[in-house]
């Protein structure tokens, strides 16, 4: 076979190529959760765990995963993987990079017929991102029975309802809310850092302390559109100008402490005319700290704030909440191990938090669980420049392999 010719690194890239090319919006990478190209990509993560000798399957939640046994069946798992849908104009590592190792990683030991103490769970999440519905990381809060109410009759743009995109995919959205694993001894995931700590040190790998809680919202100003010519200034109830008051009010919080970032991604505005005073205005705010009460305390004095430019803009205010997730220390057995591996094959550990959210925040709520970053170039991501490279990768799935191998369930 072609593929033993490879390195298992240089195959895991060329297969990260291969699986860029499943986009919603070409020559863009955009792999919305449960879209066209969501369902082509876990159909060919079902069909590439089924070379291996891997019976793969969607979840009740859109989530593809795969068990390898241990050399007695029905033990505890040791789940390892990561998202496959991205954000718009998406780079091809952040999430694929995790999900195809961790598939990587079996078929080398099914290769070899290596069987451990334990079973092995692969999984590739299908909602990390929350750029399609408001809510988020409904594939792993499934897996970690945290489905919030609701969280199925949430609409896309288009006004699609989670509930029917998602049978339309294959899930089962009336089981979504009981598929609570049991049995898993931990979850690992491997991932780009996103940022550039370790290219600044170079470094090629790094173990995650903790990861920075979230919280996001939708909002909605409601002002009073009119003509651009006939309405003075000081009568206006200008939407979009309170908005932009809001916005600054945002950054500016965020200024004040270290380590608290908190970012308008999305704006959109109506009527939308050149020569029409803007009447409605809806946005996102996410914010994100280390620690949970600093990200809480920078969530109440922007609502304040808000409140503030709301009453004296004459302008309403409507502040909806749509996701929330806790900062996750990562667990220390877990750390250990992914430094131990990291060291055994010849590399530097170094200990550093993520700045981005990810699906090992909510299954560490159900099972120990950690991470392990690779480099990426200049730190950048959720931009189609994202780039590692092919000795970076292969000591990434090298260091997960050995964490693998030198697991201990329990
Ligand atoms: C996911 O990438 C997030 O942190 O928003
Ligand atoms: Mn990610
Ligand atoms: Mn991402």
């Known amino acids: 076979m072609a593929h033993d010719l490879v390195s298992p690194g240089r195959r895991l890239m060329a297969r990260l190529d291969e ?11 955009t792999r919305l959760y449960l879209s066209d190209a969501h369902r082509r990509a876990a159909a060919r993560y079902i069909a590439w765990a089924r070379e291996g000798g891997l019976e793969a399957r969607i979840d009740p939640a859109g989530n593809v995963v795969a068990r390898y046994e241990g050399r007695r069946a029905g033990a505890p798992a040791l789940m ?5 849908d991205t954000v718009r104009d998406a780079g091809r590592y952040d999430g694929a990079l995790g999900a195809l190792a961790a598939l990587a990683t079996v078929e080398e030991l099914a290769a070899r017929g290596e069987r ?8 590739a999440f299908g909602d990390e991102e929350g750029v399609r519905f408001p809510k988020t990381m409904t594939g792993s809060r499934s897996l970690a029975g945290l489905i919030e109410e609701g969280a199925l009759d949430q609409k896309d743009a288009e ?4 509930r029917d995109a998602l049978k339309a995919f294959g899930g089962d959205p009336e089981r979504v809310a009981a598929s609570r694993a049991s049995g898993l ?5 491997l991932h780009i850092e996103q940022g550039p700590a370790l290219e600044a040190e170079g470094l090629a790998l790094g173990v995650v302390s903790a990861i920075n809680g979230a ?26 100008t309170a908005s932009a008051e809001m916005i600054l009010a945002v950054e500016r919080r965020a200024r004040e402490e270290n380590e608290l970032v908190a970012t308008v991604g999305r704006l959109d505005v109506e009527p939308g005319a050149v020569n029409v005073i803007p009447g409605l205005t809806r946005f996102s705010i996410d914010i994100r700290a280390p620690r949970d009460e600093r990200r809480r305390r920078a969530v109440a004095d922007i609502a304040a704030a808000f409140d503030a430019i709301a009453a004296l ?14 900062a996750y220390v990562c667990n220390a057995n877990i750390v250990a191990g992914l430094i131990a591996a990291v060291e055994a094959i010849g590399q530097r550990p170094r200990l550093l938090p993520s700045g981005a ?4 925040m909510i299954m560490g709520q159900l099972c120990p669980a950690g991470m392990l970053f690779v480099r990426c170039k200049g730190g950048v991501s959720h931009n189609p420049l994202e780039s590692i490279s092919a000795e970076d990768c292969e000591l990434a799935l090298a260091a997960l392999t050995r964490f693998v191998r030198d697991f201990r369930a329990g």
């Open 357 to 360: 959210g990810h699906d090992t």
């Open 116 to 123: 451990l103490d334990f079973a092995i769970e692969i999984v």
């Open 159 to 162: 006004g699609v309802v989670m």
């Open 215 to 240: 919280s996001r919202f939708d909002v909605e100003v409601r002002g009073v559109a009119g003509h651009a010519g006939a309405v003075p200034i000081s009568l206006r109830r200008d939407a979009l």
């Open 185 to 189: 001894a931990a979850f690992v995931e």
């Open 313 to 326: 803009r004459g302008v309403a205010l409507k502040l909806v909440q749509t996701h929330e997730a806790s």
């Open 19 to 29: 699986f860029a090319a499943f986009t919603d919006d070409p020559p863009k990478l």
């Open 80 to 84: 390892i993987g990561s998202h496959i």
